[in-house]
Every structure is written in structure tokens, then in C-alpha cells.
């Protein structure tokens, strides 16, 4: 066989085309054909294969010089080639460029909202003489199908219904396979036409002038393939309306304490009922470390692939043998299930010794199955570390692999044998390859019901990994252990945030071309078909913290261009390096921090130097500090200590991590002693290093440091890229977004626009997700109440009703906010299930600050909010149900 590929394209000059056939070596790997020219615009290749292929292979090209890589097509949607048992194939490609349409491509759109059934080919025997015709048409809703209407009897003679009929054979490309023995006409004329399958006489043809095209003779056994610009059709703004809720705050009358992946499903039938099109969920990876509730915490998790056992639904799976274990656990659900809130230890202790029940009992014959074989074997390259992992975990009592007396790094040796049934290693984890099954198997049930029922299931991808955690353990190559992430100050934590988290070594991520992070992206297609990057600002820059900090002021943005001594002189301030580097300690400081304990934080705590002083070796760190403070939690300790903190971090330069010769002004430093301390001139001098620092200095930077990795990403799946783009917002985040399609995060008391104290709804750009309140702020309840004075501001000047605001947030009002954020542009409005609760004032729960799923601003807050009624009774909340689908259909989403 031989496959003749032809494409059009300038190169500039040093540049050449290849071909790439994805999965094309007996190894799986890509093959790369060096394609040859005349003139540097017409590029073509010819290969030759002598082995049987697929039914179909996906390719793409790409620019090289000096034998690299320097930049390919657009890699969500890549040429494919269907193959019929011809000997010739000439193939006319054209070049993709990532479109503006490219949200049309993803799977929440062209399997969800928009799902449409797809064949391979059309039916019937491929003719002996064949022209292929390709085209991309995204534009279609799913009732539509592409026909071609042409100056041919065989298509149509420009009647639409008696048109050509394509077959979808991939997503959004429509396929027709011409016998051109059955053209009258060698010189066709013809366009594309939208045709509804629910309308017979509703067609929508093709704008602008007709194409046009000769068909050549070809010979026995060839077949010419075209791939033709795309149709040119009216696209649809879609938008759409959803509910985020986490998993673990469904409740059903069946549930175990814990929302599951079956109340997912009952979930996903009250959305349909309400005319909703999104549930968002938050993340659902086992956080297990300690066994305890501080366990809670879902974006701390030991694994980026591994599901949470908490969600399994035992519904689901066999009952026990034993009559009376039946009971005893179905009376824990009863209790377990009556609770306001979630009993995280006990839902999780007996969760768990269901699944060792149900193990040993049928454990074996349930690992028999095909499907297990299946899922084993396609997700063993992380299955058995995590199963290791958790083996050992639970062995020596602590997730900490540092301490633990053996296997402190994963044998690979282990890993063969773990993932050997015959094996006595394999018996002592299989467990864990149990439960993943039967997550797997229950949480993939729940995505395709809800394709089936046109909802998109939105994940989140956090940020950062755990440093107890199993990719820390078999892939520490990947991260920079001696350094914890977190977030600059903001309105909701003054001291920054701290979440402990190791940061990414990039470089050696990029060197592998990021694909840790492409096999966790695909990973959760299984489960989605949108995602919310967590902190996109991350992919950018990081907050990174030094390991013996405990509050995110002395943290740095990294990587950023740190400055030397000699930029910080040319702005006018005089560098004095030992005197703004460490803590700014004076008489006058202690006097101001801790009053009349001055003297005691003197002798104990400090030593003279000069005339400032500094902290004794065994408190000269948070982290010391902190250990000295442990257990000590009155309320005099705690103020104490956190003035030590304070004392600790009181610097106006930190030092780069990885240049000593590099400086970063120290975050929010203009409320510290030090800068107090200052002459004005000297305030001055360091505002402007300051905000040319933060806000300009590093963008172009940042810029360049988010387009080595974010593409990569958006190109790996076909799911829908959302991010949180909200804090510290540095310019070229927009710049990124906008380029590569990404939808960004729209809250009206959040606005993008440092001068406006609320957002104009009308204003959001479509590519966003526009919502009221997200899982780390106050619900629109408890936001209304929390400042009243910005409250009455919003009720006056954005709302535009007149008089005091009414408190507490009456129905009517909640209403009137939810209506206009579903009137915005935006293509998606989110709204927690508290925000659409608000109103309805029979139906919502009497005690707002009940509804809150997170404050920041505690590191151990615990993450237990359930719905207050159950999906069940949602669903009957007919009063309630219809205002939500009245307001989501007159805003215009669908």
C-alpha cells in the first residue's frame, strides 16, 4: 500500500515539513517522514507499508529546523485517514491552526451537548473509483447532519433534499465517499448544507460562493482524499447553565453518610429536569494520610489518578453473604446518613470494612471478570505504586515515606511482582486494586449516564500533589521537595496562603514534554468532559515558600527575575543587604507587637545585636517557633506565637532561592515595621522597584513560561479547559487565555478590573464561567450579611433598587442576582447548589454559615457541608425546580 500525503504551506527559510503518524511504530510510538518540496509551499511525502493496518490512522505535521521540533498542528483534532483495502491513497491536506471556534471541539460540546452518533464510514462497499471529501463542520446542534447539495444528479442538483448524505466519522468532520463513475458532471459545483433531522424542510446552507472542483481519472484501486476548508455555517453560542457541588455534599435517601458516584447519577437527573446542561464537581481523588478528618481536604490528595474510596456506592456492588453484617451495616447507613453533616472518620472507617467484607468474601471471583483484566492492565503503570503505597501506609502507620524504616522509594523490582497474580505480593495489595475496580467502573457509569442525559461533568485539576503522596514517592525527579506552594496575600488571608504543597520542577517536566501531566489529563477524560485547572496562575508562576516557613509572606513567585543589588540601586535605594534581608527587630517593634510581654519575648526569644536584636538560633524559623508552640493552645500562647511569626517575617527583601546574589521584594511589606522604618524618599524608591516588580517586570517572563506547558495541556484531551484565574492576577494571564482558548472565571465581587468594585455581568467575555460565589468564598447568603456597607453599595448602584438593603437576603433578591448572572454572556453560569437554593425561601436551609464549604483563611478547616434534603426530595421541590428551568430558558441558555 502506499500513502501519497500533499500539503500546502510556507515555510521561512531553514524550515521543513514532516509527517507524523500517531502510534504508528510496533511500539506504539509516532512515526516522523522527512517531507520534500520544489519551492518551500507545496510539501508531499510517500509512504510505503507492507503491514497490515488499522481501519483508520491519525497523523499530523509539523515545522522542524535544525531537526527539531519547532511548532505542530493544532493537536485536539488530527488528520485521519480512513482505510478500505485500496493500494493507492492520495491525500490533500490542509494546515490546522488552533481555531477560534476550538471549544466546539471538545467533548462537552460534540458528546454532551451537542452528542451526535458517529460511524467509521458510510455503508456499503467503498467504490472502485473514489474521491474522499472531508470537512470540518462544528457549527452543528445535534439534531443536524451534513449533506452535500450539488450541480450533479448524484447530488442533488441543488435540491437539499435530495442532497449527497455525509457520515460524521470523527468529531465534527463529515466524511462523503464520491463513485465517480456515477458523475455526469467532472467539474462539480456544490455546498454544504445543515440539515435538521427533527425539521425534514429546515435547511441551512452554506454562506458565500459555491465550491468548486475537478474530479480526476484515476486508476483501479486508488483513492484521492481531500480535506476541504471548513463549512461555512452560522456557529451556535451555546450557553449553558450548572450546578457545582462536590460529590461528597450529595445526599440521597441511600446514600452512606457521603454523597457517592450513584447519588452523581440522581444528581445528574435533577439537572436534566431543570433544563441545566453542567454539574461541577470538585476533586475526587483519595486524600487517605492520616485516616482522620483532617483527611477532608480533597485537593491534598495521595494520588492524582487514584478515586476515593468514600464515593464507592455499595448500592452498587454485591450484598455481604452474612444476613446479619447486612444489618449491622445498614443500620451505621441509617445513623451515618441522618447526620447534618459529614462524619468524615466513621463514614470513612466503615466504608472501608464493608470493602474488606465484601473482598474476602468475592473478592476473587470479581477480579475474574474480562473488565478487571481490562482495567488492570490499562492502568497498572499507576495502580500498583498507589496500591504499594497505601500497603505500606498502612503498614508503618504514616503516609510520610521519609520515615518509614524500609521501602522509602518504590522498587521497581516490586513492581513486577505486585502486578503478578500468582504472586504473594500481589495478594497483600490486591485490595486496593479492588476498590480502584469498582470506582473506576461506578464513576465511569456516572460520566456516560450523564452524556446520555446531554450534561457535562466539569472535574478539577488542583494545582499541587501531596508531598505524602505517591507520585512524590516513585517520581520525585518531578518536584521540588524542599519547597512549599501557596498563594499570595489577598482579601481573604492577609498572611498569604500556605498549603504545603511541593512545587513542580519544570525543567524536568518540559524535558519530557510534560508527559506527567498529560497522562493525568487523560486520565481524568475518563471521568470528564471539562476541566478547572486550579490556580492556572501556577502554570505561570508559583508562590514558593520556603520548607521552614509557616504563612505565605516570605515566599517568592517562581520561576521570576529576581533582582540584583545594582537594579535595586537604580531605582534609587540604597541597598543595605543585611539590614532588609533579615528581621527588623527594635525596642520600639517589641513594644508594638506584644506590649507587656515585651520583656519576656527579650529574654527568651532574642538576642542583642547592636541595637536591634535577633532570634535565638532555636527560634529563628516559623517552623521552629512552631514546634516550640506545639500543644500549646490557649489563647495567650497562640498570640504569642503568632508574634514571633510576625518578628520572623518582617523583612523588605527575601532572597532568591536559587541566586543568594538575587532579591524579591518581600510580599504586603508596606504593613510591616521595616518599610514604617523608612525614610520617605526610601518608600518611595522601593514602591516603584515594588510594583514594576510585581506588576510588569516578569510579564512578558511568565508569558513565555505558561506557553511552554499550557498548550501541551489543552491539546492532550478533548475536554473543555476552564481555569481559576482568580488573586494576583498578572497581565499576561489574559494574554495566554484568550490565545489558547480557555475559559476564565467570572465573579462580579471579584472583578478583573482593580478599579471597579463590582463587575459588570454584561461585560463577561463569552469564553468564561460566570458564577456567584465558589467553594473557597462565602455563599451569596452569607456574602449579603458579612459587609453591609458593600452590600448597600450593590444593592444601590448595581442592582439599581432603592432604600437600605434588606437583610437577611431575602428570595425575591437572590432571585433578581442569580437572573442576571444567567442573563451574562458568559457561555457557562455555574451556580453552587447554595446559591440556587437562595432563592427559594421555604426550601433553602435556615442557617447560612451551615452552607460554607471552605474558609482559607484555617489550613485545618474541615470539609463536611451535605446538602440538607435529599436529591429525592429535590427533585419533587416542583415550585423550585420549575422558577430554575423558567430563569435558565428566558436567559436564553439551553
Known amino acids: 500500500m502506499n500513502l501519497h500525503f500533499n500539503i500546502n504551506y510556507n515555510t521561512r527559510y531553514g524550515e521543513e515539513l514532516a509527517l507524523n503518524i500517531i502510534a504508528f511504530n510496533d511500539d506504539g510510538s509516532d512515526k516522523t517522514i522527512a517531507m520534500d518540496t520544489d519551492e518551500g509551499s507545496q510539501w508531499s511525502c510517500n509512504v510505503a507499508v507492507d503491514k497490515k493496518l488499522p481501519e483508520t490512522i491519525d497523523y499530523y505535521y509539523s515545522v522542524m529546523k535544525n531537526g527539531c521540533q519547532a511548532r505542530h498542528e493544532w493537536m485536539v483534532s488530527p488528520h485521519r485517514l480512513e482505510l478500505d483495502g485500496s493500494q493507492t491513497y492520495h491525500i490533500y491536506d490542509n494546515w490546522t491552526d488552533l481555531p477560534d471556534d476550538a471549544h466546539l471541539y471538545s467533548s462537552a460540546i460534540t458528546e454532551c451537548v451537542a452528542a451526535r452518533s458517529h460511524t467509521n464510514t458510510q455503508a456499503g462497499q467503498r467504490p472502485r473509483h473514489a474521491v ?5 463542520a462544528p457549527q452543528l446542534a445535534g439534531n443536524q447532519k451534513l449533506v452535500m447539495v450539488g450541480n450533479d444528479s448524484l447530488l442533488g442538483e441543488w435540491n437539499a433534499a435530495k442532497g449527497y448524505p455525509m457520515a460524521e466519522h470523527k468529531p465534527n468532520e463529515w466524511m462523503a465517499v464520491i463513485d465517480t463513475d456515477r458523475l455526469f458532471a467532472k467539474n462539480i459545483e456544490f455546498k454544504f448544507v445543515a440539515a435538521d433531522s427533527e425539521s425534514p424542510l429546515a435547511y441551512k446552507w452554506e454562506w458565500g460562493d459555491n465550491r468548486r472542483m475537478s474530479i480526476p481519472a484515476l486508476g483501479a484501486g486508488e483513492t484521492m482524499v481531500c480535506e476541504l476548508q471548513q463549512a461555512r455555517l452560522e456557529a451556535p453560542a451555546w450557553r449553558m447553565a450548572g450546578t457545582v457541588i462536590p460529590v461528597f455534599s450529595l445526599r440521597s435517601e441511600g446514600s452512606f453518610g457521603v454523597g ?7 444528581m445528574t437527573d435533577w439537572a436534566a429536569q431543570t433544563g441545566q446542561r453542567a454539574l461541577q464537581l470538585l476533586p475526587i481523588n483519595d486524600t487517605g494520610i492520616t485516616h482522620t478528618w483532617t483527611d477532608s481536604y480533597p485537593y491534598n490528595s495521595i494520588s492524582i489518578y487514584a478515586l476515593h474510596p468514600q464515593y464507592t456506592d455499595l448500592r452498587q456492588l454485591p450484598p455481604l453473604a452474612d444476613e446479619a453484617r447486612r444489618k449491622h451495616y445498614e443500620q451505621l447507613r441509617t445513623e451515618l446518613n441522618a447526620l447534618p453533616q459529614i462524619d468524615y472518620e466513621r463514614v470513612n472507617n466503615a466504608k472501608l470494612a464493608y470493602l474488606r467484607e465484601l473482598y474476602a468474601e468475592q473478592g476473587e471471583a470479581m477480579m475474574q471478570r474480562g473488565s478487571f483484566t481490562q482495567f488492570f492492565e490499562a492502568n497498572k503503570q499507576w495502580l500498583v505504586p498507589y496500591a504499594a503505597f497505601c500497603h505500606y501506609r498502612d503498614m508503618y502507620g504514616t503516609a510520610s515515606f521519609g520515615s518509614w524504616p524500609d521501602h522509602r522509594r518504590f522498587d521497581e523490582g516490586e513492581r513486577l511482582s505486585m502486578a503478578n497474580p500468582a504472586s504473594e505480593s500481589y495478594r497483600e495489595v490486591a485490595f486496593w486494586y479492588f476498590v480502584q475496580y469498582n470506582l ?56 498569604g496562603q500556605n498549603w504545603g504543597l511541593p512545587t513542580y520542577n519544570w525543567d524536568a517536566m518540559l524535558a519530557d514534554g510534560c508527559s506527567w501531566w498529560v497522562r493525568r489529563f487523560r486520565n481524568m477524560a475518563e471521568y470528564f468532559d471539562a476541566f478547572r485547572i486550579d490556580h492556572v496562575l501556577g502554570f505561570f508562576r508559583i508562590w514558593e515558600i520556603p520548607i521552614d516557613a509557616v504563612h505565605g509572606l516570605l515566599g517568592q513567585f517562581s520561576p521570576s527575575l529576581g533582582l540584583s543589588r545594582e537594579e535595586i540601586e537604580a531605582y534609587g535605594l540604597h541597598f543595605q543587604e543585611e539590614f532588609y534581608t533579615t528581621p527588623f527587630i527594635t525596642d520600639w517593634v517589641l513594644d508594638r507587637i506584644f506590649r507587656e510581654r515585651a520583656g519576656e519575648v527579650k529574654d527568651n526569644y532574642l538576642e542583642r545585636c ?55 521584594p518581600r510580599i504586603g511589606v508596606q504593613l510591616d515595621f521595616i518599610y514604617e522604618a523608612l525614610w520617605d524618599c526610601d518608600k518611595e524608591a522601593f514602591n516603584r522597584i515594588y510594583n514594576d516588580y510585581f506588576y510588569h517586570r516578569n510579564n512578558q517572563f511568565w508569558y513565555e513560561e505558561a506557553m511552554k506547558k499550557l498548550p501541551i495541556l489543552t491539546e492532550a484531551t478533548r475536554m473543555l479547559p476552564c481555569a481559576e484565574d482568580l488573586g494576583m492576577v498578572p497581565d499576561c494571564v489574559p494574554w495566554v487565555m484568550r490565545q489558547l482558548h480557555i475559559l476564565s472565571l467570572e465573579i462580579q465581587s471579584m472583578p478583573k478590573d482593580n478599579h471597579l468594585r463590582f463587575g459588570a455581568l454584561e461585560k463577561n467575555p463569552y469564553l468564561s464561567v460566570c458564577t456567584i460565589s465558589t467553594h473557597d468564598m462565602p455563599t451569596l447568603r452569607q456574602w449579603w450579611d458579612e459587609d453591609w456597607p458593600q452590600t448597600q453599595d450593590f444593592f444601590n448602584n448595581t442592582l439599581n433598587h432603592q432604600g437600605p438593603a434588606p437583610h437577611p437576603l431575602p428570595g425575591w433578591l437572590a432571585k433578581d442576582i442569580v437572573w442576571r448572572n444567567l442573563s451574562s454572556p458568559s457561555m457557562l453560569c455555574l451556580l453552587s447548589l447554595q446559591d440556587w437554593m437562595a432563592t427559594d425561601e421555604d426550601l433553602r436551609l435556615a442557617d447560612a454559615d451551615a452552607e460554607r464549604i471552605n474558609i482559607p483563611a484555617n489550613p485545618r478547616h474541615y470539609w463536611r457541608y451535605r446538602m440538607h434534603i435529599t436529591i429525592e426530595n429535590l427533585m419533587k421541590a416542583e415550585g423550585f425546580n420549575r422558577q430554575i428551568g423558567d430563569m435558565i430558558a428566558a436567559s436564553g441558555r439551553k
Open 132 to 136: 474522499v471529501l472531508k470537512v470540518k
Open 610 to 664: 547592636g541595637d536591634r536584636y535577633r532570634m535565638l538560633p532555636q527560634y529563628d524559623t516559623q517552623r521552629k517557633v512552631e514546634a516550640a508552640f506545639s500543644g500549646k493552645t490557649s489563647d495567650s500562647d497562640t498570640w504569642l506565637r503568632d508574634g514571633l511569626y510576625a518578628l520572623i517575617s518582617d523583612v523588605l527583601f527575601v532572597r532568591d532561592r536559587k541566586r543568594h546574589d538575587l532579591f524579591h
Open 260 to 266: 457517592d458516584f450513584g447519588d452523581l447519577r440522581l
Open 440 to 495: 473506576h467502573t461506578q464513576m465511569r457509569g456516572a460520566h456516560e449516564y450523564a452524556r446520555s442525559r446531554n450534561i457535562i461533568l466539569k472535574g478539577d485539576i488542583p494545582i499541587g500533589i501531596s508531598r505524602d503522596g505517591v507520585e512524590a514517592w516513585v517520581e520525585p525527579r518531578y518536584f521540588n521537595l524542599n519547597g512549599q506552594a501557596g498563594a499570595p496575600p489577598d482579601a481573604f488571608t492577609t498572611k
